[in-house]
């Protein structure tokens, strides 16, 4: 058992939130369906979106489970599901309500030419309007855009709290017996590869939680991990020593991923089911890699990382629909795509760090950003990963 902080956990979960402001960036660039789309999308950027695109939502949910397992063993079941649900559901309402919706309503006004006003839109937008429809169908209204990590990490927590702490720790003994040698990479991605060659093309993901069984057969799978090798120190040491294995397994699934968009459709259709197993080791050799050189370079403190750690779940709250309103507001000057993604990436962290020094500042607004209470004071040595979990 460990007992030792992982607070490369939360430098791990800082950087991937802020890879997150990098991606939606550039989903309005490149040619994949989004909310709003520049002009004169490209695919240019798409092989550097893979990069992050396979495991970087899967590292969160890793990182939330062990973070849960901490809290689990401290507060006990019905302490874990109270705490994670005022910590997550207060934001996801605030968030529905305020801040995704100015997303919807430049999605409608790009798609189906909506004339009316952000008024007019808001009117629609509390009575569950579902009538903006376009050829990939009707949007649903009110709705959680990129805040679909919440609800999905709030039941998951649930599960977990149902489990109860001593099953989790047993199952992270067992596990740390099966998960060593080559089986480290070979029974994951085989879990993952199962999952997205018998589900992906059934169920597509959509971010509706009840109907959303591909995104749950990898998600809570990865969850219950991060739960269960929390305090298996070996665990983490055991993705150290194969970190450049699995940076070597990672750079390769990657170019074979990227060499797979370009080949003609008969052949994709073909070998689609290879294709996805190669995606899954993509998946999880990413996790491995970013864990390894994290536990090996960043399991280290600092007055940043506690700073961080408490402003990063309020920029992933404003992020996608900062990006957005900046995106429609830079479009009349013409800039560069270069110089406008920049513009875009540096005002959305300006402002949603703008933001937080507000929020840490003033109690009433800390639940609706998922900020503690300690936010606004100096951080305490020991606040991180388990009070700050997003």
């Known amino acids: 058992m460990q007992n030792k902080r992982l607070y490369f956990l939360d430098w791990l979960r800082i950087g991937a939130f802020f890879l997150l402001v990098l991606f939606h960036t550039g989903m309005y660039y490149v040619t994949w369906d989004w909310h709003v789309k520049t002009p004169h999308p490209s695919d240019a950027l798409e092989p550097f979106m893979m990069l992050s695109s396979p495991w970087r939502m899967s590292l969160l949910f890793l990182i939330g489970g062990a973070a849960a397992a901490f ?3 401290k507060l006990g079941g019905k302490g874990l599901a ?41 009117q629609l937008y509390v009575r569950a309007y579902h009538g903006f429809c376009d050829h990939n169908g009707c949007l649903d209204l009110p709705t959680w855009n990129h805040l679909w990590f919440l609800p999905y990490l709030w039941l998951y927590t649930l599960i977990l709290a149902g489990i109860g702490s001593r099953r989790v720790q047993a199952a992270g003994e067992w596990l740390l017996g099966q998960l060593h040698g080559w089986k480290l990479f070979v029974l994951p991605v085989a879990v993952l590869a199962l999952g997205r060659i018998l589900l992906l093309s059934h169920w597509p993901h959509t971010h509706n939680l009840v109907a959303d069984w591909h995104n749950h057969a990898m998600s809570l799978p990865v969850f219950l991990l991060g739960a269960a090798m929390a305090r298996q120190g070996e665990f983490w040491q055991r993705l150290d020593d194969a970190r450049f294995a699995a940076l070597g397994f990672f750079l390769a699934s990657w170019a074979g991923i990227v060499c797979f968009g370009t080949m003609h459709e008969a052949f994709q259709i073909t070998w689609l089911p290879a294709a996805r197993t190669v995606y899954a080791l993509c998946q999880w050799s990413g996790i491995v890699a970013v864990c390894g050189f994290g536990h090996r370079h960043l399991n280290f403190d600092s007055a ?18 900062l990006i957005i309103c900046l995106a429609m507001a830079l479009r009349a000057a013409g800039l560069p795509p270069v110089t406008e993604g920049i513009l875009i990436v540096v005002l959305t962290l300006a402002i949603s760090f703008g933001v937080f020094e507000v929020v840490r500042r003033v109690p009433l607004l800390q639940p609706l950003f998922g900020v503690g209470k300690a936010a606004g004071a100096k951080p305490a040595a020991q606040d991180g990963l388990v009070q700050n979990l997003a």
């Open 304 to 321: 940043k990382r506690r700073y961080l750690t408490q402003a990063v779940f309020p920029v992933y709250i404003l992020h996608q629909t």
């Open 82 to 122: 109270k705490e994670r649900s005022k910590r997550l559901l207060i934001p996801l309402i605030f968030g529905m309500f305020f801040i995704v919706p100015p997303q919807a309503y430049f999605e409608v006004v790009s798609d189906v030419a909506y004339q009316g006003s952000y008024f007019d839109f808001m």
């Open 71 to 73: 809290l689990l063993e």
